[in-house]
């Protein structure tokens, strides 16, 4: 179970405090490709609850904690700490996402780690930033996507906000977090000394928010809720058709061109309304009306093959079991199975990242200490110190 040498992460030794779903997700990235990824957890005596990252053997658990080893280490306890700091003396990566005064309360914030291990690098995620009036508020990731302005923008006109149905902040701030160490890791290879690398909820929903803040900050606009519509490119959003609904995108003059020619709409396309993408823009009801009448003609299918023939973006929009039947899910092979012991096959998404000639690890996601014994002895735990740590409490 040991890490595999040929993986391009392999030579990095990751120590997991992480919970929940941001930190692990960050902690993922890693993992995906190969490093060494030692979760550690409390052990079961003092840590009872099943906690918000679900049921160990659910869908949730078993996506966030694959790739990995596990251990239990009890940090409250001083001998344990003590343990964890000896771990730090050879590990390259520490991540956490608790609050921020939890690391400092317990001693392994960036100064302390790095007293230990100049080349150790820091990652951390919280939910407001780890300095500021709102820093040891509790984060969650719809407090987050209300706060970073996202909720304000999904939902239909008049609907009212609406929360996106993926805990899209926990998730952005993870994937920030894991590319941030790997700047970090790479300025180690000149610099010899490691970074604190920290992001939280609210700072990576505002900057999702993309081209949607910049409306803001550049020009004062505030968005609205544009429902299925693109809030700015016209016409691209949501159509019925004869069967169901489909999505097409059809920005600019020459997407339009194509769109009209596969529709047969050239008379009607004529209307000084539909002549550039601003009279389009300023007349989005009525361009939409003009596609809707002939989209609902024909099925689903037969225009998105004759409008992706023409080079105009557009598909259907699937359930999650659709996505999953659909021809090219299946060809890219993001259903990705999993050997468990307990569990059998887990079919869980893979990464999706591919790095030519590399296969990412496929290890189940471990049970609570599963790998204790095995981790500690390659940082020098003999098995009576072990069974000694064992007996107080600290492991």
Not at 135 to 140: E, S
Not at 270 to 293: G, M
Not at 333 to 359: C, D, F
Request: aromatic share 6%; proline share 7%.
């Amino acid at each position: 179970m040991s890490p595999q040498s040929d993986l391009p992460l392999a030579r990095f030794t990751v120590l997991d405090l992480t919970r929940v779903r941001s930190g692990p997700t960050c902690v993922r990235q890693l993992a995906d490709w190969g490093a060494n990824v030692i979760k550690v957890e409390a052990p079961e005596e003092i840590d009872t609850g099943s906690g918000m990252g679900g049921e160990r053997h659910g869908p949730d658990f078993q996506h966030v904690h694959r790739n990995k080893r596990g251990i239990t280490l009890n940090l409250k306890h001083p001998d344990g700490l003590a343990l964890f700091r000896r771990m730090v003396e050879k590990a390259d990566v520490v991540v956490e996402n608790y609050r921020p005064d939890v690391k400092d309360r317990l001693g392994i914030d960036f100064e302390a780690l790095s007293a230990i291990n100049p080349r150790i690098v820091l990652g951390s995620i919280s939910g407001f930033g780890q300095t500021g009036p709102y820093a040891r508020r509790p984060g969650f990731d719809q407090i987050a996507q209300g706060m970073g302005g996202l909720m304000s923008v999904t939902g239909l006109p008049g609907q009212g906000p609406v929360r996106v149905g993926i805990p899209v902040a926990d998730l952005t701030a993870g994937l920030y977090t894991a590319l941030g160490i790997m700047v970090a890791l790479l300025e180690r290879e000149q610099t010899g000394r490691g970074r604190w690398v920290h992001t939280s909820l609210l700072e990576a929903m505002v900057g999702m928010m993309d081209f949607q803040a910049t409306r803001w900050t550049m020009k004062h606009e505030v968005p609205k809720q544009a429902g299925n519509d693109h809030p700015t490119t016209v016409p691209t959003g949501l159509f019925r058709t004869r069967d169901g609904l489909m999505n097409l995108a059809g920005g600019g003059q020459e997407m339009w061109n194509r769109i009209v020619e596969t529709l047969g709409i050239q008379e009607q396309a004529k209307d000084p309304a539909f002549a550039t993408d601003k009279t389009r823009a300023q007349n989005r009801e009525k361009t939409n009306a003009l596609l809707q009448s002939v989209l609902e003609t024909d099925t689903s299918e037969n225009w998105i093959a004759r409008l992706n023939k023409a080079g105009v973006p557009s598909g259907p929009v699937y359930a999650m079991d659709e996505v999953f039947a659909d021809p090219q899910v299946q060809h890219l092979g993001l259903e990705w199975a999993v050997p468990h012991p307990t569990l059998g096959e887990v079919k869980l998404v893979r990464a999706p990242m591919n790095i030519e000639g590399v296969a990412p690890p496929r290890r189940p996601t471990p049970e609570r200490g599963e790998h204790t014994a095995e981790v500690l002895a390659e940082f020098g735990v003999s098995a009576e110190e072990l069974a000694a740590l064992k007996a107080k409490g600290a492991v």
